[in-house]
């Protein structure tokens, strides 16, 4: 659903479960993806990347995967914990990454107790 | 020890005034950043630098530069601040290499425009 205060998309799942967040992103030529995790008040935090050379990569309770013919990236985050509730985003690089990381636009993770 | 610092975390002036945020690393990277995350959450790259080049966002305005004294800083300088200046500037350091681009962010800077 929708939050209006934020302007987010936003995914609540219990505590526990598995959750699943997503991102297309935008240009075709983009070879290095990360997923950031930002909790209110702090600056983002690497949670894991990937390159466009692959399509799966697993990291601790994370998953992310790459799928180059639509432009999506998936953050898959298992057994989901309170500490996971914060806004995820989905960046996106080329090259030598001088011209900065690109950003998604967010979503809003609530763990539910 | 922190990665990278801002000062200050927040930031409260009138219009038209002229104000500076600083960014340090101590993480040895070649290149820094400034994003700028609004209202809604949506954070957009306005500079990038290392020590041979700056790229910058060309949406950004011109009252907006980037000040880099030596490799370890980067400081935004805000000329004749506007009331949409308002918004929460991040600072990031990034090391390229065959691993990957991992960029580092710092706390962020809460700037609020009167």
């Known amino acids: 659903g929708e939050s209006v205060g934020l302007h987010l998309p936003t995914l609540s799942v219990q505590e526990g479960d598995n959750s699943i967040i997503n991102c297309a992103y935008s240009n075709s030529a983009s070879d290095y993806f990360i997923w950031y995790k930002q909790e209110s008040g702090k600056g983002p935090q690497f949670i894991i990347d990937?390159?466009?050379?692959?399509d799966k990569r697993q990291g601790q309770r994370v998953t992310v995967l790459l799928n180059k013919t639509v432009k999506h990236l998936s953050l898959q985050i298992a057994a989901t914990q309170p500490g996971d509730s914060a806004v995820y985003f989905c960046?996106?690089?080329?090259?030598?990454?001088?011209?900065?990381?690109?950003f998604g636009k967010g979503t809003h993770l609530i763990i539910q107790p | 020890d922190t990665a990278v610092s801002q000062t200050p975390k927040y930031l409260v002036t009138q219009m038209e005034n002229d104000k500076s945020i600083k960014c340090e690393q101590n993480l040895g990277h070649d290149t820094m950043y400034w994003y700028k995350q609004d209202s809604k959450k949506f954070l957009k790259i306005m500079f990038s630098?290392?020590?041979?080049?700056?790229?910058i966002n060309e949406t950004v305005p011109n009252r907006f530069s980037p000040k880099s004294p030596d490799k370890a800083h980067l400081n935004l300088h805000i000329n004749s601040l506007e009331l949409g200046d308002s918004a929460v500037y991040f600072c990031?350091?990034?090391?390229?290499?065959?691993?990957?681009?991992?960029?580092?962010f710092g706390p962020g800077t809460r700037l609020t425009v009167l």
């Open positions: 990937i390159r466009s050379n692959m």
């Open positions: 960046a996106e690089i080329m090259g030598g990454g001088a011209d900065g990381l690109t």
């Open positions: 630098y290392n020590n041979k080049e700056l790229i």
């Open positions: 990031a350091s990034s090391q390229a290499s065959v691993l990957g681009n991992e960029q580092f």
